[in-house]
């Protein structure tokens, strides 16, 4: 029903001082990480060299129970994954996380981001004899390590080596019988962290709300290209790959990541504030209320109320109870779709002119229809501010904006064009060049690819993740 | 986990022109008033006369999928109904619609609310003969009704001499082959409004977000006492049982209703904005940041804020995806239990003088626990503001505070000792005398009962509404 | 798929010396008694007055597992129930055990057979103001039990004073808090049994070998229009209602009961092997081999090898995975369809003469399908013979023979022109003065309404069963 | 409960001339091979070389339903598998069919049988870089064909390749995206055949019986050795590897295959008659009645009938609703849960000198309490008659006899002693010099290993099949 952008995945994993039931606190966590994917997710645990994995389709509270959790036993090393993923992605041979059987021993991996050359990995693999069962560049990464273990001394040493095939974007953990190892590329596109419990266990997640989800508390953030080995002898640090380019993805900050998280030193919510900020600074406008649409346009709504002084105001309610199972109404209920989603406080915008911020637009038409709802809910005027630039070009890193032709900016549309789309009275976007303001000064660098088209590794080469689907679907 | 308060049922009914997919529409309704019951839903579909039905345990989105919504086929009138209920509800006899076969013609009835006299009502039926196959306080209504239709020449006179009966809260939708009946008891306990599609169906629904969600207008809230009855010759009122004392229950403005929803004249949100700022008038405190526990308390920590100038904060992370299927954490996971359900954003709280503010406390503990999360997060100071008075009382008419034992602020308990317990630096309650500022002035009368122990109609001889399912579970 | 008759119920129940895990016993003797009825299921356990009950649709295996088996709690009294139905009866208010929840104390009824004045019983309830939940005869059981309960002082008594008002075949069990009271109807259409296990338990059944599923030895059956009442005080019995005309129904011992089973001293198996020999000796015929269509036609396939010298033969495999769920095949599959429940073993057959036994011929459709899949194995002559009389009346006591229309012989066929529609060289049916030949000495008599017409009570009132569904689906 | 044996799998294929409803035929072909696997089965439609899949753990009713099947979409090809495995086996991973992606084209197999190589296989492949994601040899034979695909000019030349490195049983069906390989193992060990429909489809399946399923003729057996190409050009035949020593699982007619199945020229009824007649010439006893424990041991009994003149009785009732689900009592109940599965009529055995035959025992406590059970019906004396020789050996050929630790007949036991032990006056086993006139005269050998320890191929270092999965759950 609405045009939304998908983050493809979140991980965690979790490295305990005794056998517990460890598979509780992964699922804490998936809890935690949910909203970086719902199509499917899993569970693994490594109890003394044994595995034992549990995955399927659909939300974590519907794929997993108390039976077969329990079911899941006891162990000292869990890691654990959710998945968003397009067409040709209810493979079930995707889901992760991937559990590998080999003479070496065992091993198990999850994965976030999208490598841009799986499509010569994968043939250079086949062409000697290599069997891939599922389309995820994650079987590819699992190969690339399999083949360098056999020459290397431990597995740490095989992610090393394997880490130089690998291009583009992996935040990973792989679990072997006796070792966590968290690696993320030299970009660092995706987020990934380290915490550590009162207890003594060690944790990694892709956010530090995952952490906070175990009685974690964060340590710090896994180093773009860093090895973060955690074993018998405690944590260790491989720095082989590090001090590239850092490049984190500059839509974590704007929508992908849950407020409460906090990455590569900077408050999700803080950048928000922020960017709320920015759009008074740079886009003002005369107004009385000022609104957000749910979820993410809050914190940026919120921002531009304390610097314009204009007054915040609770625009919408988000219907909490609709999810993929929510059946699109027929060709008479249609226009009333939007309505059973989202709906509009009458009482905050009749007779008001009202700015609302939202955090991009994809194709604009939901954008459009939400604007419909506030002029029928009696707006005055309504003025929308985007709390990032204009999306026009694809990203290649992990996240589902892959078509370019679908963007409504792509497609030379002026803002003034895209405003008359929408019914806006005015549209503003955020401008690029205040992107850099939404991080602290910690933060050395970030990805702005889909907004510039500038990628901090070659694309050339990269497939959309979805071609190795299109043979096969499962 | 939380001790949250529950609401007890949302009904809805449409009545269109001509047969359609009628059972989108209710789905649709249904989901908007998915707040009001969660624990199982149904629908009741009258095509010219044949009834078809499908009811079961669950949300509506797992209840009704696209194959069974489309088995209950076209029809022109259609009910339903969310519900919830305390322990013996989930006796599946007691899912509505309740669904009756008569010589004199089927019915199919919905209802919210609670009687006061069910009790003697099922003695005096079961003693002439009757069986009762649920444990509800709507079969007593069914009951009633079809006894009185056995001397009426209609079923809305039958529904009107059964009024006379019946002691208590009823917000009731009845069809039959060929009207839709509509009536509210005399206090107008529960609220319950009709609104008008554009192309002239006509639509009765607990609360006005549900008209909206299937493209009705509000045209007007039922009177308290009113029968209301749609056919074939449009719309008729049925004044007979008018005129009584207006009672509204208060606490559907502080935290059932959805805050988009108008009730008697009040929007919901405007009513919790008030609240927030008479609790900003009446127990002021120094502070740097306002914040609202999500979802009731966010609109009074606005009005707090609007009133007192003190700046309005995003403080809490309500996790989504946590629903009934939520497995509690074993023992060790057990503290962080709440943080998963409810993360708090340091960013916001950090070093600062915190004023949070909730709609009520219960027993006290899930408040203790957010104050913790917040001193955990860094907050210098933690003042509570409670956006309706201290509950002290029992509610018999549909909701779930029934055991007054459990009710902190009835155990004799000083605000300051509730303070102490839950360790906040200052707690305040809004004041019982302002709550009548929180509606317009077109309402006439509310319910504080639970207040104040004041009820509007005698309670002496009311059972609590699980006694029924004292002997038989199912 | 096949034109097979259905018997429409099982019952069961069982009261122990002391509380124990009941439902298992139940469960047991549900899967025992399976064959009755594959539609629905439930199980009611009384634990010191206080009911439990689990009712699903499906077959035993599929509504009741481990965790909803043991959810039902320890009990001493339990009974259960399985049932098949024609259209309509998917309503789930009609499954039992009929739980009933009574100021008089609760009751929980389960019911074989049919009444034949229902129509006239609900009317006159329905007229004094009752409600009727279901559509089926055994909700005016309980009605009129519970009626008579008012002025009577015990339950047994009630029932007694029931029996006067209800006609047609009921057997039924009756549970109480402290009793489980089994009675039957006069004419004892149904079949109902009572046993003992080693430790003092009494058990009752549709059929004996439920008694053997839970260890119970066989007492003796319980007579037509006996009440037996089971209680503290141990096994007593009411016979007022005894001494009416003895009118089991025969197709019990010649396709619906389990051939292990005895009913009213004869054994079914032994009863099947003589309408066999009865057939070879009425119907003779010189062939090479005698096969029985599987299940029921197989005893009496052997009785006529016995009985003629003609060598038993194995002529079918009958594919025992397909249930309820198997989908039938799209157009170009259909001629297979078949074949896939039925195969025939091509080494008995070929180059054969062959005697084929079923139990009867419904609409023919199944049978000359059978008969073409045998000369396709390479039969050269095929000669079926029935083990019962040919169908032309309709059954009001507890079967779904209910449209005359759709029976072959009722269509004023002769017996040469059914050969001919199901391609049989020759045709017998068992000549309708040998039925009583089946029974042993014992037994005083038995319904054969559906060959004659005789029904032993007036049917001129009796509606077609699922004629209460017609206006209400659910 | 019972301690019987089990196949492993099922195999089936099929190649249209133009697409169509394919996966219906395989969904009914697996029907009809249900028999040899109930734990999963899958099916794998390829369409113009887009393959789509479809597998699960259970029933082919339980996995397939109308909408997933349609899911499957139109095709020409397809292939589908049904499944039993011991422990370990429950990793989804080794659901077949088993689809590959691999860059010179997609394939997808099925295979029935055991290779007593898999571990020098694996180890071979893993330590060339492979990852393995089952613990199936199945896995290691795709892997095999893979690898020779990489230098062959097409798929059947990789398979012929293939074959001279996979040492074992293999019946296996290969689907490409034009062609549909199926080809057996040197020695025969496990049935395979293919037939044809009227309208030109060619199909393939583990036995005769699934052909009948879907409409097609039986052409022949494929031989062993042979690689069968079916494609464009129509039927081609390989024999690169024929020629060796005919072993066919004795076993398969015994017990394993259906009765209507011809294997090898050998209808399989006939083979199980003969081993019943056998037995009365070499066991002969005098006795009222021949009975046979259902389902494989009733042929033999009717064989033993014909032969010794002792009339053939039906003496148990199987039920057939009781399936992987049924629900073990509790210890009181145990003792009853032999009845509930298999309940004696007694009308055939009392006061009479019954033989039983069975068509094996393993451990012979099933055995035990079957004997027990005639006695409690009343049987004079208890003759068992076993219609194969005694277990003494492991089958490394696709079946689970692979403990022999638990063969009662392994552990150095008399038949005497055995018959003591199960409480039969009399046993006796069928003589392995017998085993051949099972067969018709076209069959030149079978595989007597488990009765004999003499194994066509060297099992000296094959492991048992569960090895592989002791290290991972899943």
Aim: glycine share 10%.
């Amino acid at each position: 029903m609405f045009d939304e952008l998908h983050e493809e995945c979140g991980v965690f994993g979790i490295y305990e001082k005794s056998a517990c039931n460890i598979a509780e606190s992964v699922y804490s966590a998936l809890f935690a990480l949910q909203h970086r994917g719902q199509e499917s997710c899993g569970i693994s645990v490594c109890d003394d060299g044994v595995f034992s994995h549990l995955k399927g389709s659909g939300l974590v509270g519907e794929v997993f129970g108390r039976d077969n959790l329990k079911s899941l036993g006891q162990g000292r090393i869990a890691i654990g994954h959710v998945r968003y993923s397009t067409c040709g992605g209810d493979n079930p041979n995707n889901i992760q996380p991937l559990v590998i059987r080999h003479i070496n021993g065992n091993l198990a991996l999850v994965h976030n981001g999208n490598l841009v050359n799986t499509a010569a990995l994968r043939k250079s693999f086949e062409l000697s004899g290599a069997i891939f069962h599922g389309s995820s560049d994650t079987e590819a990464i699992a190969y690339e390590i399999v083949r360098q273990r056999l020459s290397c001394k431990s597995t740490e040493e095989a992610v090393e080596k394997a880490m130089c095939e690998l291009k583009g974007a992996y935040s990973c953990i792989l679990m072997t019988a006796s070792k966590m190892i968290v690696f993320r590329d030299p970009n660092g596109f995706r987020p990934l962290c380290i915490g550590k419990t009162a207890d003594g266990a060690y944790a990694a997640a892709s956010e530090s709300c995952a952490l906070e989800a175990v009685g974690a508390s964060f340590i710090r953030d896994v180093r773009a290209g860093e090895i973060v080995v955690i074993g018998e002898d405690g944590i260790q640090s491989i720095t082989t790959h590090c001090g590239g380019k850092n490049s984190i993805c500059i839509f974590e900050y704007i929508y992908f990541a849950r407020p409460d998280s906090v990455i590569e030193g900077t408050s999700v919510h803080r950048a928000r504030l922020r960017s709320g900020k920015i759009l008074a600074q740079t886009a003002p406008i005369d107004a009385d209320i000022v609104i957000g649409v749910p979820d993410s346009g809050l914190d940026a709504a919120l921002g531009y109320s304390l610097e314009s002084g204009i007054p915040y105001g609770m625009g919408f309610i988000k219907n909490k109870y609709i999810g993929r199972s929510f059946i699109q109404p027929s060709q008479v209920q249609r226009d009333n779709s939007v309505k059973i989603k989202l709906n509009v406080i009458k009482e905050t915008v009749a007779d008001k002119r009202v700015i609302m911020i939202d955090d991009s637009i994809v194709r604009g038409t939901t954008c459009a229809r939400i604007v419909r709802l506030l002029r029928e809910a009696g707006a005055k005027e309504v003025h929308v501010r985007i709390s990032s630039p204009p999306f026009v070009h694809s990203c290649y890193f992990g996240t589902d904006i892959d078509s370019e032709d679908r963007l409504i900016a792509h497609n030379c549309r002026t803002t003034a064009e895209i405003a008359e789309y929408i019914g806006a009275d005015t549209l503003a976007y955020m401008p690029v060049s205040t992107l850099s303001s939404l991080l602290n000064d910690k933060c050395f660098g970030f990805c702005d690819g889909c907004f510039t088209g500038n990628y901090p590794v070659d694309v050339s080469n990269a497939v959309y993740k979805n071609k190795f689907d299109s043979k096969i679907h499962g």
